[in-house]
C-alpha cells in the first residue's frame, strides 16, 4: 500500500507544483494575485467552491458522525447547502457587484469606514489561525494512521508544501489546484462506495442491504433512528448554513470570477459537487460501521477503509484524496488571512504607497 500511495503522491504533488509554476508567470498585479485577473468561469468556480469547503473535517469528522449517527446527521448538509442558495441569491451578487478584493474591502465601502474594514481583517486573521488548527490535526492523525509518522512532521509537510503553491501562484494556481482536488475526491468517493458496498454484502447489494439489516438489530436504538433530537439536528442544520453564508474563506472566491452571473452558476455546480461527496460519505460511515462496529475512535473510519478494505490504488486514491480535502481548506485559509494582513492592514495603513509588486512579494 505505501508505495503505491507515494507513486500517487507523487503524481500527484508533481501536477499541483506545475500548476503553481504555471501561475507563477501569469501573475503580475494584486488583482492577478488576489482575484485571478477576475477571469474564474462556473465550472472551476464551482470545483473551488467546494473543494473550500470541503475539508478533513468531511472525510474525518462528518464520515465519523455518520458513523455514529447515522442518516440523521444529513440535516446539516441540507443546512449547508439552504446556505448557499441564501448566498447565491442575497450575499454574493452584493460582494461582486462592488468589485472589491477582500471581504474587509467590501465592509469598508459599505459602512464608509476604513478601521470597520481593518477590524475585519484582524477577527478573520485571529479566527480562521485558530481554524488552521483542525485542519492540521486531521493531517497528522491520518499520516500517524498510514504511515506511523508523528503527527507534528506530517503536519509541517502540510503546511510546507500548501503555502508554497499559495505564495506562487495566489488565487489562480489555488483556483485551478483546487479544481483538480475537487475531480479527486469525487472519482476517489464515487470508486470506494461500490468496492466498499461489495465487501459489506459479498459482491451482492441485497445482501449487503441484509447483512446491515442485521447488524442494525444489535445497535442502540438512537443509531438506526434519530441519533439527536430534531431541535439538536435543526440548530446543527441552522449553524452550518448561516457558517457557509457569511465563511470570509468562500466568499473571497466569488472576486475571482467573471461577474455575478458566474457566481450564481458557480454555487449550484458547487453544490452538485457536495451533494455526490454527502452521499458518498454518509455511506462510507454507515458501512464502515457494519464492517467495523468497534474502531476505537469513529474518525479512524475513512483511513481503515482505505488501509483495509480498499484495494491498494483505490486506497491510495481516496488517501489522496483526503489530503487533498486538507490542502485546499489551509490554502484558502492562508490566501484569506495572507491578504488580510498584505491588502487590507500593510497596504492600507503601514505602507499605503507600496507598489503593487510590493504587494504581491
Same mark, same amino acid.
Given at each position: ?173 489555488? *483556483?485551478?489546484?483546487?479544481? #483538480?482536488?475537487?475531480? /479527486?475526491?469525487?472519482?476517489?468517493? $464515487?470508486? &470506494?462506495? %461500490?468496492?466498499? !458496498? ?30 439527536? *433530537?430534531?431541535?439538536?439536528? #435543526?440548530?446543527?442544520? /441552522?449553524?452550518?448554513?448561516?457558517? $457557509?453564508? &457569511?465563511? %470570509?474563506?468562500? !466568499? ?30 454518509? *455511506? ?78
Amino acid at each position: 500500500m505505501s508505495d503505491v500511495f507515494f507513486v500517487v503522491l507523487g503524481v500527484y504533488v508533481a501536477i499541483i507544483m506545475g500548476i503553481a509554476i504555471w501561475s507563477y508567470f501569469r501573475t503580475e498585479t494584486e488583482v492577478d494575485f488576489l482575484a485571478a485577473g477576475r477571469s474564474i468561469g462556473p465550472i472551476v468556480g464551482g470545483a473551488v467552491l467546494a473543494a473550500t469547503q470541503i475539508s478533513a473535517g468531511t472525510f474525518v469528522g462528518t464520515a465519523g458522525r455518520h458513523y455514529l449517527a447515522g442518516v440523521s446527521w444529513v440535516f446539516p448538509w441540507l443546512g449547508l447547502w439552504t446556505g448557499w442558495l441564501v448566498c447565491a441569491f442575497f450575499v454574493a451578487p452584493k460582494l461582486r457587484r462592488l468589485g472589491a478584493l477582500t471581504v474587509p474591502d467590501y465592509i469598508s465601502a459599505r459602512y464608509g469606514s476604513p478601521k470597520a474594514g481593518a477590524l475585519a481583517g484582524i477577527l478573520i486573521v485571529v479566527a480562521y489561525t485558530i481554524y488552521l488548527v483542525a485542519q492540521f490535526q486531521a493531517g497528522g492523525e491520518i499520516a500517524e494512521v498510514v504511515f506511523g509518522i508523528r503527527p507534528l512532521t506530517a503536519m509541517l509537510i502540510i503546511v510546507a508544501s500548501t503555502a508554497l503553491y499559495t505564495l506562487l501562484g495566489g488565487v489562480r494556481s489555488s *483556483s485551478y489546484i483546487d479544481f #483538480l482536488q475537487t475531480l /479527486i475526491m469525487v472519482a476517489a468517493l $464515487i470508486v &470506494a462506495v %461500490p468496492v466498499l !458496498l461489495n465487501q459489506v454484502g459479498g459482491g451482492s447489494p441485497v445482501a449487503a442491504v441484509e447483512r446491515s439489516l442485521d447488524f442494525l438489530d444489535t445497535l442502540d436504538d438512537r443509531l438506526v433512528g434519530w441519533y439527536y *433530537s430534531p431541535r439538536e439536528l #435543526l440548530a446543527f442544520a /441552522i449553524a452550518f448554513g448561516l457558517s $457557509i453564508a &457569511a465563511a %470570509p474563506y468562500e !466568499l473571497t472566491r466569488f472576486y475571482s470570477m467573471r461577474d455575478e452571473r458566474t457566481v450564481r452558476k458557480a454555487i449550484f455546480v458547487a453544490i452538485g459537487f457536495q451533494v455526490v461527496i454527502a452521499t458518498s460519505i454518509m *455511506s462510507i460511515g454507515m458501512l464502515m460501521r457494519v464492517l467495523f462496529p468497534n474502531l476505537p475512535s469513529q474518525d479512524q473510519a475513512t483511513a481503515t477503509m482505505a488501509l483495509h478494505v480498499l484495494p491498494p490504488v483505490v486506497g491510495a486514491l481516496l488517501l489522496v484524496a483526503m489530503l487533498s480535502a486538507i490542502m485546499s481548506t489551509v490554502n484558502s485559509i492562508l490566501l484569506v488571512t495572507g491578504a488580510r494582513v498584505a491588502h487590507d492592514l500593510y497596504g492600507k495603513f503601514i505602507r499605503p504607497d507600496a507598489s503593487q509588486q510590493h504587494l504581491v512579494n
